[in-house]
């Protein structure tokens, strides 16, 4: 069918470049670059012999869009596949406009100096790229993607219209580490370290870190406490939905994580204001990364399940109705096929659906766009086929 340009070689883009080579039919030809191309040349290694699928490996510094050019002019990929850091997006796509190739990511960009995510610097690319007759498709992980398809789905099968939606996820799973976080460090202490927001009655409603508190008991994990955070598939959700009245985000934190959390917080740990140290500049947050558990490193050493979802509640044929999809993934079994727990393997996933989505043309549409503007059925039928299968839940118990 045709060739990919993965950009990372992370723990998430090794589930994505698993699953690609498993889906040979489409992705005949792969190059996998990165900073490090040993990496590259590492899961090369590895995966020849048991995929159809052509693969190369190339080194590229993904702040440099010139090397992005020059890579990608090489390769003359059908679509590139960001799996490099969110501060890298725009360079990417600068690279994607200026060759007239598709581009896929799965997180929003933000600033490296800035501890500030939202869609609004690549929304901005909306008119170059339909001018340049390729499709953008941002956010194709679980939470925003999976997610934002979910709600796709229920507006199309399920509502006349959608009110609520309350995002829930649940990591049920267990490294044995007193701290460490299940994927990239830097960026995984930004989001949940930053103020929350949900969106209500056509405005942000801003609140303190981990202000909002709430329990449920998560099918197939059990009770857990979960937090409302700020999260970016609200922003889009919230202009693409009709009739939507409130969107919340909830994804659940342990104890040990919390109170760790707030001790380096409290002694500048988490900062990324740069600070002299024996006569270098260091940025707080990125040495503490340096220091922490390798995300690709803990899918051994991980037990239990992840549990991630929306309940919807709106109104079909005039009644109100309320509805629940969500998707359990066992840490366990996510390691015995693709060798990453479940947190790097929901986003994986999704990220080589949605590659397929714009390289098959199922998805694609000239311009920038997210996940919930495409007809949601040939993804939600990927879902099930390529490992995360989906649940529903009619009744289920809503979120106060």
Not at 119 to 147: H, K, N
Not at 219 to 227: I, L, P, R, S, T
Not at 377 to 392: Q, R, T, Y
Request: with cysteine.
């Amino acid at each position: 069918m045709g060739k990919v340009l993965i950009i990372g070689c992370g723990g998430v883009a090794s589930v994505a470049i698993h699953k690609c080579c498993q889906n040979s039919e489409v992705f005949e030809e792969m190059c996998i670059a990165s900073r490090t191309k040993s990496k590259c040349d590492a899961l090369k290694e590895k995966l020849e012999g048991t995929t159809k699928t052509k693969i190369t490996t190339a080194q590229v510094d993904a702040n440099n869009v010139d090397e992005l050019i020059a890579l990608i002019n090489e390769v003359k990929p059908d679509v590139v596949l960001n799996l490099a850091l969110p501060y890298q997006d725009l360079t990417i796509m600068d690279a994607c406009l200026a060759t007239k190739t598709h581009y896929v990511d799965t997180a929003n960009y933000e600033p490296e100096d800035t501890a500030k995510f939202e869609y609004s610097w690549q929304w901005a690319y909306r008119e170059r790229f339909e001018q340049a007759g390729i499709t953008a498709l941002l956010g194709s992980g679980f939470d925003p993607g999976v997610t934002s398809v979910f709600s796709a789905y229920a507006l199309k099968h399920e509502f006349d219209e959608i009110n609520y939606i309350d995002i829930l996820d649940c990591n049920g799973g267990d490294h044995g580490y007193p701290f460490a976080t299940n994927f990239n460090p830097e960026i995984n202490i930004r989001e949940v370290s930053a103020k929350g927001s949900y969106w209500e009655d056509g405005h942000w409603v801003e609140t303190e870190p981990m202000e909002i508190k709430r329990e449920y008991n998560f099918d197939g994990v059990g009770q857990k406490d979960m937090y409302l955070l700020h999260h970016e598939e609200i922003e889009s959700l919230a202009l693409n939905i009709p009739g939507i009245k409130r969107i919340r985000f909830f994804m659940t934190f342990g104890q040990s994580y919390l109170t760790h959390l707030k001790c380096l917080e409290n002694v500048g740990m988490t900062s990324i204001e740069p600070i002299m140290y024996e006569g270098k500049e260091i940025i707080p947050l990125q040495f503490l990364k340096a220091v922490l558990p390798d995300p690709s490193s803990l899918g051994p050493r991980t037990k239990g399940k992840t549990n991630i979802g929306c309940i919807f509640r709106g109104k079909k044929d005039g009644k109100d109705k309320t509805y629940y999809l969500y998707n359990i993934c066992d840490h366990e079994e996510c390691y015995k096929e693709v060798g990453s727990q479940a947190v790097a393997y929901t986003t994986g996933v999704p990220a080589m659906i949605g590659a397929m989505m714009v390289m098959t043309g199922k998805w694609n549409k000239p311009g920038v766009h997210n996940m919930e503007e495409f007809d949601p059925d040939p993804f939600m039928d990927a879902l099930n086929k390529w490992g995360l299968p989906w649940k529903e839940d009619r009744d289920p118990v809503l979120v106060d």
